[in-house]
Nanobody
Framework: QVQLQESGGGLVQAGGSLRLSCAASGRTFRSYGWFRQAPGKEREFVAGLRWGTTSTNYADSVKGRFTISRDNAKNGVYLQMSSLKPEDTGVYYC????????????????WGQGTQVTVSS
């Protein structure tokens, strides 16, 4: 059974940094993504990566502040978040796909349970 497990969330002040980790059980996937959901809002795309390539993509709201990268040891990905803002608050989800996937949640087949990120002002 495929499992994705996120870790690294927490409470941080505005301007601070956090690194999220997503570990995948058993194997790698063709694509990985990070999404987030704030209370009362739709889940939104944050960052994506295609395994085995240099291809990454980001939401405009996080470009220049967030970086997605591979974690080869855990068949997963990291999300390094810097210059955090209160509007970055939400539950962050790791997602994976067996095909090339980019911006849309429906492109991803597998999802983790999420990790809470709270940015205080």
């Amino acid at each position: 059974q495929v499992q994705l497990q996120e870790s690294g969330g927490g409470l941080v002040q505005a301007g601070g940094s956090l690194r999220l980790s997503c570990a995948a059980s058993g194997r790698t996937f063709r694509s990985y993504g990070w999404f987030r959901q704030a209370p009362g809002k739709e889940r939104e795309f944050v960052a994506g990566l295609r395994w085995g390539t240099t291809s990454t993509n980001y939401a405009d709201s996080v470009k220049g502040r967030f970086t997605i990268s591979r974690d080869n040891a855990k068949n997963g990905v990291y999300l390094q978040m810097s210059s955090l803002k209160p509007e970055d608050t939400g539950v962050y989800y790791c997602a994976a796909s067996d095909t090339y996937a980019y911006y849309f949640a429906k492109e991803y087949n597998y999802w983790g349970q999420g990790t809470q990120v709270t940015v205080s002002s």
